[in-house]
C-alpha cells in the first residue's frame, strides 16, 4: 500500500524559512571563504573553517525545517537522533574538504571541479542520510533517475558557488551569489524529495525516535546560535563587507624597494651609489 505523502503541511511557511536559512548559511560560508583568500597563509584555515561549518550548519538547519512540513497521513514520523545529526556531521566535513581544496589551490580548473564535486555530494549525502534516519511504518524508495537528477543540482550548485567565492569581492555581489545558492540548495531538496515514495507495512504499531516537534528544538538551537556567532564575526569585520583585501602594502614587503624619497628643499641629495663608486674612480691620486 502506498501512503499519502505530503511534503508543504503548512504551506509556504517551512519552505520560505528553509530557504532563508540556505541563504543564511551560503551568504556567511561565501564570506569567509573569500575573506580566507585575502589574509596570510596562517590564517587561511581558520576562515575556511568557519565557513564550513557555516555553510554546512544552515544547509542541515534547512533540511529539517523543511522536514517538518513533511507528513505521511497513513503513519506517524519520528526521527533517530544519532543518524539525523550524523547528517550534519557528513555535511560540515565533506563541505569543509571541497572548500579546503579551493582555499589552497584556487578557484579554477581542477580544484574547482575537484571541491565542487566533492562538496556537493556531502550536501547530497547530508539530505540521504537525514531521510535514512527517519522512522515510520513503512518503507522508503526512491526513484533513481530523480535522485541522480537531485545530485547533479547539488553538484553544480556547490561549483558555482566556491567559483563565486574566488571571483566575487563585493558585498552586494556575494548576496547575489547566496540567494542562488540558497535556491539551488533548496531545489536539490525538494527535488530529492519528489523521487520519495513510502511503501506501508501492515502494522499499525508507533515507530521508535523522537517525533519532529521533539527535534525541533535542539536542532534549532546548536546550528542557529553557531550562524549567528558566524554572523557576528562577519559584521565585525569590515574588510568582509567591503570586499578589500588586507595585504601588507607592497613597499613595505621584505626585499621590495620602497618607493624613492622626494628630496628636501635645500638639501643636497645623496649620491647614489653607483653615482659615488664612479665619481671616486675618477678622482687622481692626488685627492686621495
Known sequence: MQG?????????????VAYL?????????LRCTTRSMLVARSWRGGWLALGSAAIGSGIWTMHFIAMMGFTVKETPVHYDKPTTFASLGVAIVMVGIGIFIVGYKGATGTALFTGGTITGLGVASMHYLGMAGMRLNGKLEYNTLTVSASVVIAVVAATAA?????????????????????????GMH???????????????????GDSPAALLAPMMI?????????????????LMVMGKPD???????????????????????????GQ????????????W
Do not use: K
Not at 21 to 29: D, I, K, R, S, V
Not at 222 to 237: K, T, W
Open 276 to 287: 659615488d663608486r664612479g665619481h671616486r674612480s675618477s678622482r687622481t691620486p692626488q685627492s
Open 4 to 16: 499519502t505523502v505530503d511534503g508543504f503541511t503548512y504551506g509556504l511557511v517551512t519552505p520560505l
Open 162 to 186: 566556491l567559483w563565486a567565492a574566488g571571483q566575487v569581492r563585493g558585498f552586494l555581489w556575494s548576496v547575489g551569489a547566496s540567494l542562488v545558492m540558497g535556491l539551488a540548495v533548496s
Open 190 to 208: 525538494y527535488v530529492g524529495m519528489a523521487a520519495l515514495s513510502v511503501h506501508l507495512h501492515g502494522s499499525t504499531s508507533t515507530p521508535s
Open 21 to 29: 536559512m540556505a541563504c543564511l548559511g551560503g551568504a556567511l560560508g
Open 247 to 273: 595585504w601588507t602594502p607592497v613597499e613595505n614587503r621584505p626585499g621590495i624597494p620602497a618607493h624613492p624619497t622626494v628630496p628636501h628643499p635645500g638639501r643636497r641629495p645623496a649620491p647614489r651609489r
Open 222 to 238: 546548536g546550528p542557529l546560535a553557531f550562524l549567528c556567532l558566524a554572523g557576528v564575526v562577519v559584521m565585525f569585520d569590515p
